[in-house]
């Protein structure tokens, strides 16, 4: 597609649910990066993929959440055992390229995870 | 650890008035990206500068580059109440790959 789709827009989930979040990048892009937005509008960077490879997962907690992106399929980002800290906006983002250069990333609309 | 501090943090002006919002870092970046963040929205991008000295202009919004790649500015010419919104610069230091965010802007224009 012609921009980075992500589902579902808002996402409910109680405290020890699992939470999955999809991001289907733009046609063509061969990275993806997932952000985390809390409150005070700071950007967490999380993980990236270079096609369905983690490339810098360096952002991501150890435990609960977990992530891929499957040849064919949306991306997914999947947090076990939900806590309320998790509640936040996660972006998806891709890029063409993720080296150096011109490498602009596109983000989605993001999906707004409340954790009650 | 490498920070990216952007400045203000907040800034609420009157409409017409000029305002310039600051990025910068003590390490260089490969690129320096700027988006614009509506509420309930994703960052959209505005520009990306790459070339130390970079200048580039989008209608009122001026972006520069500094000629050492590790800040940046934006300067907005006589404000309109549509330019409110969340001002984000975001860069790739060189050899990195993630974009690192800086704490953004809250721009306010009153008419």
């Known amino acids: 597609g012609e921009e980075v789709a992500q589902t579902p827009k808002h996402l409910v989930r109680g405290e020890g649910q699992k939470a999955k979040l999809y991001c289907a990048p733009i046609k063509g892009h061969s990275y993806v990066f997932w952000y985390q937005q809390v409150l005070k509008n700071e950007f967490k960077f999380l993980i990236s993929f270079q096609n369905e490879n983690v490339f810098d997962e360096t952002g991501m907690p150890k435990e609960r959440f977990s992530a891929k992106c499957l040849p064919n399929s949306p991306c997914s980002l999947e947090i076990q055992a939900t806590k309320l800290e998790d509640s936040a906006v996660y972006f998806c983002?891709?890029?063409?390229?993720?080296?150096?250069?011109?490498?602009?990333?596109?983000f989605g609309q993001g999906t707004r995870l409340t954790v009650v | 650890t490498q920070l990216l501090e952007q400045s203000p943090q907040f800034l609420s002006i009157q409409e017409g008035e000029n305002l310039t919002v600051y990025c910068n870092s003590s390490s260089v970046f490969s690129s320096l990206q700027w988006y614009r963040q509506e509420p309930g929205e994703g960052p959209v991008l505005l520009v990306t500068v790459v070339t130390g000295g970079e200048v580039k202009k989008l209608k009122r919004l001026t972006f520069q580059f500094g000629d050492a790649r590790k800040d940046s500015s934006l300067h907005i010419t006589a404000a309109q109440p549509g330019d409110t919104g969340l001002y984000l610069c975001a860069g790739r230091w060189e050899g990195g790959n993630k974009l690192v965010f800086g704490a953004g802007t809250i721009l306010r224009v009153k008419s």
């Open positions: 983002a891709s890029s063409q390229w993720g080296g150096q250069g011109r490498t602009e990333a596109f």
